[in-house]
């Protein structure tokens, strides 16, 4: 059986349809690839409890909203975290009931060291077949940044990553 497509071609909902479908594939390798460089030893769901810690203490409800796991989840998360020195716990002073989750000083170092690997992993990358990997990092940066604001816009985009996007310390690091 030969599908056919319509005698003009695709649409152009088709084809925003493929490069979609592309765009989500290719930005799946790219994380995977990456976070392997980073060689954090850690899980993934772990990474990403670190980096939600990173801005200052959160509760675990937070957690949960900003990584996407269950809260269940982020308590077994933490504790994995807590019990190897790379967050803690601790109930707020002013309210008792209320427990909210840090980033101590070797989870930061850890975070630090993994990106810099990253960094480095993605620049020799780069290196081996990008003329100007500034301006093709700052293009791909740029495109993300035009998607996410496209997906507020629509009310689709529920965390803001937008200054994740932007801060480029993380790329201007030294990668000895």
Do not use: K
């Not at 850690?42 to 937070?62: K, M, N």
Request: aromatic share 2%.
């Amino acid at each position: 059986m030969h599908l056919s497509l319509p005698p003009d071609g695709p649409t152009d909902e088709q084809r925003i349809e493929s490069a979609a479908r592309g765009l989500l594939r290719g930005i799946g390798r790219l994380a995977q690839t990456l976070f392997r460089a980073g060689d954090f030893g850690l899980t993934r769901s772990q990474a990403a409890v670190l980096d939600a810690l990173e801005d200052g203490p959160r509760r675990v409800t937070a957690l949960a909203a900003y990584t996407g796991m269950a809260q269940p989840r982020v308590t077994v998360v933490l504790q994995s975290l807590e019990e190897r020195g790379l967050a803690s716990r601790e109930r707020r002073a002013s309210d008792r009931r209320v427990v909210e989750a840090s980033l101590t000083p070797a989870g930061r170092d850890l975070l630090e060291q993994g990106r810099r690997r990253m960094a480095a992993a993605l620049l020799r990358g780069l290196d081996a077949g990008v003329d100007d990997s500034e301006r093709a990092v700052a293009a791909a940066r740029d495109a993300l940044a035009t998607l996410l604001n496209a997906m507020d816009v629509n009310g689709v985009n529920h965390v803001n990553s937008m200054n994740d996007m932007n801060d480029t310390n993380d790329m201007n690091t030294e990668t000895t």
